[in-house]
C-alpha cells in the first residue's frame, strides 16, 4: 500500500509526551486519547526509537495497531544516530522498531534529528541514505524523510545530494521564527522553494506557547476570550503554505479534545491575529528563558539521573514568578527521586543529543546555584 502524501492529516499526534503514573506510560489514559483523535477521522502518528525510554513505539503498539485496521492509520518512526555503533546496528535498530509497533512496514520513516556533525556524519558513514530506499524497496518503509535540526547550509547540501528525500521535518513555531540557533524561517523557505512537503514538530515549544504569563496571554484572550493559548500555536503552523502536517505532542484526553477543535474547519490567522502574535513573541523574547522543549533526549544517558528538563522548568518559572514559593517545592520533590542539578559531574553525553544546541553543563551550574543552596 502506498500513502499519498497530501492525504496526511493536518494535525498529527506526537508520541512523545504520553501522560506516565508513577514513571509508566497510563495506557488506559492513551487509548482513551487514541481513541478521540481516531474518531474525528485523523489518523497520522509519531512516535520514535528513542521516546518514554523506548516504550513509545510499544505504546503504538498497544493502544493503536492493535485496535485498529492496519489500512486506517499512518504510522512513523526514527532511526537514531546516536545509537549507531556498527554498520549491523541499524538493522537491529530497525527489527527492535517492527517488533515494538506490531507493523510489518512504516508508513513514513525519519532519519532523526539530522544536524551538522556527529548525526549527520553517522548516517553518512553507515550511508543511511541508501539503506532507507533498500528498505523501501522491500516495503517495509513506504515514504523516507528525515527531521531536521542542523544549519540551513547543510539542509541545502543534503537536499542536493538526495532529491530521493519526500519530506522533512523541522521545528517551527512563532518563537523561533528568528531564532539564530534554531533558524526556523530559513529552513522553511529552503524547503518551500522547492515545494518540499513539511512536517512540523514544537509547534507549542515544549509547552511554553501553552502556557504563559497572565498578562501575555491577556493579548490573546482579548481577542478570542473561549480559544486556548495554544491554539494560536497551532493554527500559526498549520496556516503557512507547504505545511503538511503539524505534530502535537498530546499528554490528556483535554489536549486532544482541544486540539481537535483547533483542527476542525480550522482557520487560517488573520492579519490582525498576527499582529497579536509578533507582539507576543516581542514580549516573550524580552523574559530570558532557557529554550528546552522537554524533548528529554538528556536523560537517559545521565550517570547522575538529573531530569534535566524539570530543572531547567524550575528556573524558567522563577525566572517569570520570582516570588512564588511553588517553583522551589516542586524542585524538593523533584530531586527525592532524581539527581540535584549539583550533581552534574559536566560529562558532556547531554549536549551531545540536545537537539536546542542548549549549554546544558553551564545551565545545570547556574540552576544548581538557584536550587541547591
Not at 224 to 230: G, L, Q, Y
Amino acid at each position: 500500500m502506498s500513502i499519498d502524501l497530501s492525504k496526511m492529516p493536518k494535525l498529527g499526534f506526537g508520541l512523545m509526551r504520553l501522560p506516565e503514573v508513577n514513571g509508566v506510560i497510563d495506557m488506559d489514559h492513551v487509548c482513551k486519547m487514541v481513541d478521540a483523535y481516531m474518531k474525528m477521522g485523523k489518523c497520522y502518528f509519531d512516535t520514535a526509537y528513542v521516546y518514554h525510554g523506548g516504550n513509545s513505539e510499544t505504546a503504538a503498539r498497544e493502544a493503536l495497531v492493535k485496535r485498529y485496521p492496519r489500512d486506517s492509520f499512518m504510522i512513523a518512526t526514527k532511526l537514531p544516530a546516536w545509537e549507531i555503533k556498527k554498520e549491523s546496528d541499524i538493522e537491529r535498530i530497525f527489527n527492535e522498531q517492527l517488533e515494538r509497533a506490531g507493523v510489518d512496514f512504516f508508513d513514513l520513516y525519519l532519519l532523526h534529528s539530522v544536524e551538522d556533525g556527529s548525526n549527520y556524519d553517522t548516517y553518512v558513514k553507515y550511508d543511511c541514505f541508501s539503506w532507507g530506499l533498500k528498505k523501501k524497496e522491500e516495503g517495509q518503509i513506504k515514504h523516507l524523510g528525515f527531521s531536521y535540526h542542523g544549519s540551513p547550509e547543510l539542509l541545502v547540501k543534503i537536499l542536493d545530494e538526495h532529491p530521493e528525500m519526500e519530506f522533512v521535518q523541522i521545528q517551527l513555531n512563532y518563537l523561533d521564527r528568528t531564532n539564530p540557533v534554531v533558524r526556523s524561517e530559513e529552513l522553511y523557505n529552503i524547503l518551500r522553494d522547492r515545494n518540499i512537503p513539511i512536517i512540523i514538530m514544537e509547534p507549542v515549544r515544549g509547552g511554553m506557547l501553552a502556557d504563559m504569563a497572565p498578562e501575555i496571554e491577556a493579548k490573546f484572550k482579548a481577542v478570542h476570550p473561549d480559544r486556548s493559548i495554544a491554539s494560536w500555536a497551532l493554527r500559526y503552523t498549520a496556516s503557512l503554505p507547504g505545511v503538511m502536517t503539524v505534530l502535537s505532542g498530546m499528554s490528556n484526553i483535554d489536549q486532544v479534545n482541544d486540539n481537535i477543535d483547533t483542527f476542525t474547519d480550522l482557520e487560517p490567522i488573520t492579519d490582525a491575529e498576527m499582529n497579536v502574535i509578533d507582539k507576543v513573541t516581542e514580549e516573550i523574547l524580552s523574559i530570558p528563558q532557557i529554550g528546552c522543549t522537554a524533548c528529554k533526549y538528556c536523560t537517559p544517558g545521565c550517570p547522575m539521573k538529573i531530569s534535566i528538563p524539570d530543572v531547567f522548568r524550575t528556573i524558567n518559572t522563577l525566572r517569570r514568578y520570582p516570588d512564588d514559593w511553588r517553583s522551589k517545592n516542586f524542585y524538593s520533590g523533584l530531586v527525592t527521586r532524581s539527581g540535584k542539578a549539583s550533581a552534574c559531574i559536566a560529562c558532556g553525553q547531554c549536549e551531545k543529543v540536545c537537539p536546542q544546541h542548549l549549554p546544558i553543563i553551564e545551565l545545570l551550574q547556574e540552576a544548581a546555584g538557584i536550587l541547591d543552596q
